[in-house]
């Protein structure tokens, strides 16, 4: 008889890893607390259930999450097996139907011979039991009060109020300088000032902005959070009047362009996110603005004309742990190696990103339980950088992250061609890595 994996909930990265496990030599149980609960996002009783969009986003190898989807497809994802098997028109976006795609995964998953599902909301793990927690990002409360007392892993967050990322080799450096306010310090901060005309302008266009619609859930979480000054978002905080973001993450003052001697009228500055310094975060810039209006007004900062987002800002409820520290780059716990974690909860964001940490965790669940090495990744490999990123982090404040190329580790030569003839260089190694390092991985062509 094959030893049984417990699985946690049955989203895209539960159901992702209930299938790699199966997929490595285990039998797998999976609990699912629908059809008996709901989560505030959550309404039929399938699984996988696509709740924000029904786009998985580019499928192209100039894409980090394109990249991220051809090596789930080398890896058998049942999640990207799903995806093309009912996927709809949309370009160069891999874009499905979301009740097909539900339906599939929910047939693939009941007709598995290896797999039990027990339809309960569970609040906690067996003692001894290999389990993979997927639970998401909308947590019950007794899971969630599981995780941070039972397992140890501290205070969750309830609230992703993330500025957004920008890469940093689309900063126009013509117009943007590194300096420390009053030359205090070394000079972290990257720094684009704007004239008053500049700022008028961007001031016009930040205030009457259309924001993002709120999930009522999300709502409600804002309202508890409306005391504090540092989840306010940067549109809000510059209703409140001309000169607050000057004042306040815009204050120039101290901070003199070292191209004129002068402090501008304002000045954002930008903040390093990785230690590589491949990515920078506008700081202050929390938002819930929709992602093409920051794309539209935030370009509208001196220096950041061709910006390129890495992450939009983003304001909602969203259950993930500090996991720096707390997981090992497989997503198990270090001081519990049989309890691993998949999906948002772990730190990435996004559908496809969920997926890919459930493939990651559901192989390393499979082979702790048969007493063999874990499985780590590359982090030439999409799946390996997010993997590393999640168990130590960044520069600062670890926030929920999407599969980007600054994830990567640099080729270590320039590529001629811009910008795309890189991203295809690095999805190059990329998928060479994976070919040349899983072969118990049960990759494939």
Not at 321 to 338: D, E, H, I, K, V
């Amino acid at each position: 008889m094959k030893p049984v994996v417990h699985v946690c909930g049955a989203g895209l990265a539960g159901c992702e890893a209930a299938w790699q496990a199966v997929r490595a030599g285990a039998r797998v149980r999976l609990f699912e607390m629908k059809p008996g609960t709901y989560t505030p996002a959550h309404h039929t009783p399938g699984f996988a259930e696509l709740v924000c969009s029904n786009s998985l986003r580019s499928d192209q190898l100039t894409n980090a999450v394109g990249l991220l989807k051809e090596e789930l497809r080398r890896m058998h994802s049942l999640i990207l097996e799903a995806a093309d098997a009912t996927r709809v028109p949309a370009g160069s976006a891999l874009a499905v139907d979301r009740d097909r795609f539900s339906a599939y995964v929910t047939d693939r998953i009941r007709s598995c011979p290896d797999i039990e599902v027990t339809e309960r909301e569970v609040t906690g793990v067996e003692p001894d039991a290999v389990t993979v927690i997927a639970t998401g990002p909308l947590t019950s409360a007794g899971m969630a009060e599981f995780i941070s007392r039972d397992l140890g892993c501290g205070s969750l967050h309830f609230f992703d109020a993330a500025a957004p990322i920008v890469s940093a080799d689309s900063v126009n450096m013509e117009v943007a300088y590194f300096a420390s306010r009053y030359d205090k310090g070394e000079a972290d901060y990257l720094n684009c000032p704007m004239t008053r005309e500049q700022y008028d302008a961007f001031y016009r266009e930040l205030i009457s902005a259309r924001e993002a619609e709120l999930k009522e859930f999300d709502r409600e979480s804002q309202k508890e959070l409306r005391v504090f000054e540092g989840c306010m978002p940067v549109e809000v905080m510059a209703r409140r009047g001309y000169d607050t973001l000057r004042y306040g993450p815009l204050k120039p003052v101290g901070l003199k362009d070292p191209r004129t001697g002068q402090e501008a009228w304002a000045v954002v500055q930008l903040r390093r996110e990785d230690r590589a310094g491949s990515m920078f975060n506008l700081v202050g810039f929390q938002t819930h603005l929709t992602f093409p209006e920051q794309r539209r007004v935030f370009r509208m900062i001196p220096g950041l004309e061709n910006a390129e987002f890495l992450r939009y800002g983003v304001m909602h409820r969203n259950t993930y742990l500090r996991s720096p520290g707390l997981l090992l780059p497989t997503y198990a716990m270090r001081q519990r190696p049989q309890v691993f974690f998949a999906g948002q909860m772990t730190g990435v964001e996004g559908y496809v990103e969920s997926a890919g940490s459930g493939l990651v965790a559901g192989i390393n669940a499979a082979r702790t339980l048969r007493g063999e090495p874990p499985l780590v990744f590359p982090e030439q490999t999409m799946l390996g950088a997010m993997a590393a990123y999640v168990s130590r982090g960044g520069v600062g404040e670890f926030t929920p992250m999407n599969a980007n190329f600054g994830l990567l580790p640099p080729l270590g030569s320039r590529v001629r061609g811009g910008k795309a003839a890189r991203y295809e260089k690095l999805s190059e190694r990329a998928l060479e890595a994976l070919r040349g390092s899983m072969p118990a991985a049960q990759e494939t062509e």
